[in-house]
């Protein structure tokens, strides 16, 4: 089959692991048959620097005109000073919401030879665990009704949280829908004991869950689901949370895999389009040095083949082969441990493109 990919390789060590990525996917256009085309453009600060602007109109439209994009990362310090709307995250912001994306897909994985960085006991960690967090992106406290004024007490200010019940449907079905292709289990987190907008956010939750009752499904309020996180990560598969719960669990469940260089990312919409990305930022602290881990801009691409293309079995071999790369003892400066074998960033790239 054929599919046209859209590559935004961006700031700081982007270039370097979406390069390598790129090497994967064509490894495995080889393999399996398929052609990969792929686009290079422009987003983020390197976009600034060339056309003046984060997301120039042309990055837009070669997206929308592709099936998938893969993202490396953008800014950095050389950006920092400029004014918010010409900021390198305000493009990445600006295209999400162009392109229509409003599920943040984040697995967190802990990988069996990894299992030194997990911070928790070993007994709780036996065998690894896979959770995958679905948090909503385009809308709740985020995006809602936000303002100060003048109280008896003096300055106030408010944000507002309100989801609709389109909103929350959409998200619940990519969770339930993700869930069918992992195990058929899927943990709602609200606050429904204090918060409207979480009561109806789980009464929708209820109503969808009767089109997908072969789904197991539960639901806990968010201050004990961050407890439950730690307790006992393995009872998770699906978690499906708002924006505000969802960045924070997320960010949770990662550092549970110790590894910030080992994560990918997924930003779904309607249909099968799908922004895929390492949840690292660009690292200009490593950049250009050869350094950087690429596996989490790898595991990204499995990703897209799983979600926009339908590819299971070519997903499941480049997580074979990077699960294969970790198990033989190689490893990036980001997760070296004593007695492991340090590789750069290229050498990382090949040995899992070998091991395709
Ligand atoms: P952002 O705001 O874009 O999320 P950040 O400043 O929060 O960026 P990162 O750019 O992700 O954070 O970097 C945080 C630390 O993690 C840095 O020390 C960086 O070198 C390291 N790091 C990030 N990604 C990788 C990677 N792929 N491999 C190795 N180290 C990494
Ligand atoms: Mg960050």
Known sequence: MNFNVAVIPGDGIGPEVTEQAVLVLEKIGELYNHSFNFTEVLAGGSAYDLKGTPLPQETIDICKNSDAVLLGAVGGPKWDNLPGNLRPE?????????????ANIRPAVLFDPLKEACPLKPELIEGGFDICVVRELTGGMYFGEKGRKETDMGMA???????SEPEVDRIVRKAFEIARKRNNKVTNIDKMNVL???????????????EYSDVTLNHLLVDNAAMQLIRDPKQFDVIVTTNMFGDILSDEASMLTGSI????SASLGEGKFGLYEP????APDIAGQDKANPLATILSTAMMLRFSFD????AKAIEDAVLKVLSEGYRTKDIYSKGTNLVGLKEMGRLVVSFC
Do not use: C, F
């Open 90 to 102: 305000k493009g990445l912001l600006q295209i999400r919401k162009e392109l229509g994306l409003y």
């Open 157 to 163: 200010a408010y944000d507002t949280e309100l989801y």
């Open 196 to 210: 409207e907008s979480s009561r109806l956010w789980r009464e929708v939750v209820n109503k969808t869950y009767e």
């Open 261 to 264: 260089g080992m994560l990918p």
């Open 279 to 282: 949840i690292h930022g660009s």
């Open 311 to 314: 590819l299971e079995k070519e």
